[in-house]
Nanobody
Framework: VQLQASGGGLVQAGGSLRLSCAAS?????????MGWFRQAPGKEREFVAA????????RYADAVKGRFTITRNNVKNTVTLDMNSLLSEDTAVYYC????????????????????WGQGTLVTVSS
C-alpha cells in the first residue's frame, strides 16, 4: 500500500484545514485500519486519530477530540482528517498510515502497529 498525504499548509489559530490521504491499493484499502499521526519538532510521533475498516469505530487523541474528524471513503480509497479550531500546538508534520486488519471494528493507536506510511504533510498554525 502506498499512501500520499496532502492538504497541509499555514493557517491562523482558530482556523481549519483538511488533510487527505490517497491509497494506491485498489482492492485492499477496505482491509486496512487507517490512522493519522503527527510529529512536532523535537518530539516523538504521536497518535491523532484512527478509523476502522468499515468506519464502524473511530478513536481520537484527547488533545484533538471534538476538533478533528476522521473519515474514509472505501470507494475512492481515501481517508480525510478535518481539523477545526486549530491551535499552535497542532503544528507538526502529519502522517497517514495503514494497517492490515481482519476485524471490522478494531483500531490501533500505536504507530508501531502500522505497516504503511505516507510521506507526511506539514501543518503550521500561527498564533
Amino acid at each position: 500500500v502506498q499512501l500520499q498525504a496532502s492538504g497541509g499548509g499555514l493557517v491562523q489559530a482558530g482556523g481549519s484545514l483538511r488533510l487527505s490521504c490517497a491509497a494506491s491499493s485498489r482492492n485492499t484499502f477496505n482491509q486496512h485500519v487507517m490512522g493519522w499521526f503527527r510529529q512536532a519538532p523535537g518530539k516523538e510521533r504521536e497518535f491523532v486519530a484512527a478509523i476502522s475498516r468499515g468506519s464502524y469505530n473511530t478513536r481520537y487523541a484527547d488533545a484533538v477530540k471534538g476538533r478533528f474528524t476522521i473519515t474514509r471513503n472505501n470507494v475512492k480509497n481515501t481517508v480525510t482528517l478535518d481539523m477545526n479550531s486549530l491551535l499552535s500546538e497542532d503544528t507538526a508534520v502529519y502522517y497517514c498510515a495503514a494497517k492490515y486488519e481482519r476485524r471490522f471494528d478494531i483500531v490501533q493507536l500505536s504507530p508501531n502497529d502500522y505497516q504503511f506510511w505516507g510521506q507526511g504533510t506539514l501543518v503550521t498554525v500561527s498564533s
